[in-house]
């Protein structure tokens, strides 16, 4: 999605100071940003473009003139952008800003995990370190998860890291799935126990939830997907309230694309801090100091960037 700046109710004197220098430097140094749908409103609002983390990397890959990448995101999608663009200078702007969820594979133990599993094929969902991906056979997004591992000829998957996409994968496919244990903590905290809240207040409006979600939540939404799949249905419903149980970043997009329709959140607790780090003084710092450069071994990224071109051949 194609961005404007518009003047709103976040915008402040210094914010609008700060767009300018912004809009400033990024002609100076040949740049595009980019925006995850969890950042915050400003972020969002400055951005070129905002979408689901491989969705910018391809976008990113596919605007051949520009020179820079500013990624407000975490950690490996900055990574994801590297590999798919090595000739780009990748930035990220705030150099903390990291993945729970990434953090709880590495390498090395996804190698002795395979040794227990040598007859798995290794499915790595795009929310990982390039260290991850260069170990895996092929990678997959939230909303292509399923297709993917049905479309393999294995018969038991190794599924890293996050075991509730992958539960949810496991019951729509007749494959043997092997889980492991690492969570999106943000959508972990969503409960069951929040349906009885929210519906009590809004009984007709329907509630969709992502897939990193528990079980127990996904099989008590009306709607499971995506960010991009959440968005697409929210455009196309009929419902005037909707309840939504992903990092509530999200309704910045949903209010924007949907202003005839009200958006609540599942649970206050839907806050990734890490997503929020990002400002518009470090995307202003990014640009004006070219940090915080991310690279990613040659080696590693050629492995990495074939899991990677694994999924996006099979996704056309």
């Known amino acids: 999605m194609k961005n404007v700046y518009k003047e709103a109710e976040f915008m402040t004197s210094e914010s609008v100071d700060l767009v300018q220098k912004i809009e400033n430097l990024k002609k100076e140094r040949n740049a595009i940003i980019l925006a995850h749908n969890y950042q915050i409103d400003e972020v969002q609002a400055i951005a070129d473009y905002t979408g689901d983390s491989l969705g910018l990397s391809q976008k990113a890959a596919d605007i051949v003139d520009a020179e820079v990448i500013v990624f407000c995101g975490v950690d490996f999608m900055a990574e994801s952008a590297a590999i798919l663009s090595p000739h780009k200078t990748v930035l990220l702007p705030e150099q903390n800003a990291g ?3 990434a953090a709880m594979i590495t390498a090395e133990e996804l190698i002795m995990k395979k040794k227990e599993y040598p007859n798995a094929t290794v499915v790595c969902y795009v929310n990982s370190s390039a260290e991850v991906k260069a170990e895996s056979d092929i990678c997959c997004t939230s909303s292509n998860a399923v297709d993917i591992v049905e479309s393999l000829d294995s018969d038991q998957i190794l599924f890293v890291p996050d075991e509730n996409l992958g539960h949810y994968v496991s019951q729509r496919t007749d494959k043997d799935v092997v889980l492991w244990e690492g969570r999106c903590i943000t959508h972990h905290r969503v409960k069951a126990d929040d349906f009885e809240k929210v519906k009590e207040a809004h009984p007709k409006a329907p509630i969709i939830v992502h897939p990193e979600c528990r079980p127990e939540v996904l099989s ?3 709607y499971v997907g995506s960010t991009s799949q959440i968005l697409k249905f929210a455009n196309e419903s009929e419902a005037d ?6 990092e509530m970043g999200i ?4 209010n924007n694309e ?3 329709k009200t958006f609540y959140i599942l649970n206050q607790g839907l806050v990734c801090k890490n997503m929020k780090m990002t400002s518009l003084q470090h995307v202003a710092d990014a640009l004006e100091n070219m940090q915080y450069k991310v690279t990613v071994d040659k080696n590693i990224r050629v492995k990495a ?7 996006l051949e099979f996704s056309k």
């Not at 309704?251 to 949903?254: D, G, Q, T």
């Open 220 to 222: 008590a939404a009306d």
């Open 258 to 260: 949907n202003p005839d």
């Open 305 to 311: 960037k074939e899991a990677l071109d694994r999924m």
């Open 99 to 101: 993945c729970p969820m």
């Open 251 to 254: 309704l910045y997009r949903l």
């Open 241 to 246: 309230k909707i309840i939504v149980g992903t």
